[in-house]
């Protein structure tokens, strides 16, 4: 058994572990190694690199608040051959089973994507047609409310129109019955006339009449009056 102090290399002591482990020990010997603690990588990090190594990691012991111990025993090449095949045919396995994990992630992701991507062009031809559904109701009822408005405007013109037409009707009734009246007061007013100036034509007749007849009757014919002087002449 040899003991190693690599407390002066710090944390770079791995390197020089393993050449003296190679180059001090013999085959099935053991070696006590002594390094910093540091900040605690070093003793996964020492562990790992004896693994690597294809020897057996006897022990792994704190030493004090500072330092830590590993013990370990060489083998020999043929078992460092047959651990580093199986390191590295476990690396090789874990490579590949990573690489097809990672296959199988980009794989995944993709399909994810394509399937994110597909729902959300549904989505949008979705909303898309929701929007047009409800474009196509808004203007059916802005239509509906149009037509409603026209009706109505029309209905209310249409009672308009009748309201004037019975308004003129009534109107035109009331002037040409006033003209009828006042037609048939102007005849009524006419024919008074007449019939006054009738009877006053018919009561001055008389009167202008009779005084020339008195007046006839009081004075001799001037023709008898001549023939009588003639005669008396003779």
Do not use: C
Not at 52 to 71: C, I, P, Q
């Amino acid at each position: 058994m040899k003991r190693y102090d690599l407390r002066h290399l710090h944390d770079d002591f791995y390197d020089r572990m393993v050449e003296l482990i190679d180059k001090g020990l013999k085959v099935g010997e053991v070696g006590i190694f002594l390094f910093e603690v540091g900040d605690f990588s070093s003793i996964q990090k020492s562990a790992d690199v004896i693994k690597a190594s294809g020897h057996d990691l006897m022990n792994s012991l704190k030493f004090n608040e500072v330092d830590w111990t590993v013990v370990v025993k060489k083998v020999d090449e043929s078992v460092r051959k047959e651990r580093a095949e199986k390191i590295a045919a476990a690396k090789e396995a874990a490579q590949k089973a990573a690489k097809e994990a990672e296959e199988a992630a980009a794989l995944k992701a993709e399909e994810e994507a394509k399937a994110k991507a597909e729902a959300e062009k549904k989505a949008a031809e979705e909303a898309k047609a929701k929007e047009e559904a409800e474009k196509k109701e808004a203007e059916a009822a802005k239509a509906k409310e149009e037509a409603e408005k026209a009706a109505a405007k029309a209905e209310a013109e249409k009672k308009a129109a009748e309201a004037k037409a019975k308004a003129e009707a009534e109107k035109a009734a009331k002037e040409a019955e006033s003209k009828a009246k006042a037609e048939k007061k102007a005849q009524e007013e006419a024919k008074a006339k007449a019939e006054k100036a009738n009877t006053e034509e018919k009561e001055a007749k008389p009167a202008a009449s009779q005084p020339a007849q008195k007046k006839q009757t009081g004075r001799k014919p001037a023709g008898k009056k001549n023939t009588s002087r003639k005669t008396k002449a003779k």
